[in-house]
């Protein structure tokens, strides 16, 4: 694989190198990537995550799995109390009010009509690495169990969890994503930014 010089390769961490075959364009993001995967044309497209990056253009990248981009990951903050459930619930949201969340993500504070409560955090699964680092760097914490991942998201929709409360949580765009005639345009360049 094959890519451009890149000037400032710091500003692409965190962003996507897809591999065509017959090319390579740096500098998709998350969502740019999935319309991309959605398309019969683009069924045998490599992609990459760009990790890190160095002052002379060099850059680190992760293999992504392409079904990545259409699954939803979750982190799941179980209580004993609705009382401490809630109290969770509304810190995480507090949370995302002061230091967005790093994806669109939807927030559950659900009961299992047996004494347990949840609150779950749901978001695309490629962005795993980046709420998980949010949590961290935000200190949030809970007193009881957490989980997390793709399965743990499957398995709350397949139980009957009743929802108390739920919030969309935003992300403060960084930047603007391509759509249809323009995304596909851009998939032509090596620089798509």
């Avoid at 591999?19 to 069924?43: P, Q």
């Avoid at 007193?143 to 969309?168: C, F, H, M, P, S």
Wanted: aromatic share 12%.
């Amino acid at each position: 694989m094959n890519l451009p010089d890149v000037k400032d390769a710091d500003r692409y961490v965190r962003l996507y190198v897809v591999n065509f075959g017959d090319h390579s364009a740096v500098g998709f993001t998350a969502e740019e990537v999935a319309e991309l995967l959605d398309s019969e044309a683009n069924r045998d497209v490599t992609v990459y995550k760009i990790y890190k990056a160095y002052p002379d253009g060099r850059m680190e990248l992760t293999g992504v799995r392409r079904e990545v981009f259409s699954l939803e990951a979750g982190m799941f903050f179980y209580a004993r109390s609705q009382q401490a459930g809630l109290a969770d619930f509304e810190r995480l949201c507090g949370l995302a009010a002061t230091t967005p969340v790093p994806a669109r993500s939807k927030v559950h504070f659900s009961s299992d009509n047996n004494g347990g409560f949840v609150t779950a955090l749901i978001y695309p699964a490629e962005y795993d690495a980046e709420v998980s680092r949010w949590l961290l760097d935000s200190g949030y914490r809970t007193e009881g169990v957490v989980e997390g991942g793709t399965n743990v998201v499957q398995r709350y929709y397949d139980a009957d969890w009743l929802i108390l409360d739920r919030k969309q949580l935003w992300p403060q765009a960084a930047i603007e994503s391509l759509h249809g005639q323009a995304l596909r345009q851009a998939a032509g360049k090596a620089l798509v930014r």
